[in-house]
């Protein structure tokens, strides 16, 4: 195959982890998408959010603690 070809990797849902740093509008639709892709998906914020903000499909964790 070209080298172009073989130079990239796919990342396959099974075996890739998503940590998401920041849950704001952006964070949260970006999160919510890979979740939905099947990706296991950390989310972190500064604050605390409420289940229904962040959706069932992420591990959300927050503070300094949940670093």
Do not use: I, M, N, Y
Not at 37 to 58: I, K, N, Q
């Amino acid at each position: 195959p070209p080298p172009h070809r073989t130079a990239h990797r796919l990342l396959c849902a099974a075996t890739a982890k998503v940590l998401k740093l920041g849950l704001g509008v952006l964070g949260r639709h970006v999160a919510e998408t890979l979740a939905g892709f099947g990706f296991p998906v950390r989310a972190w914020a500064r604050s605390p959010r409420h289940e229904d903000a962040t959706g069932p499909r992420l591990a959300f964790h927050h503070g300094p603690a949940g670093l």
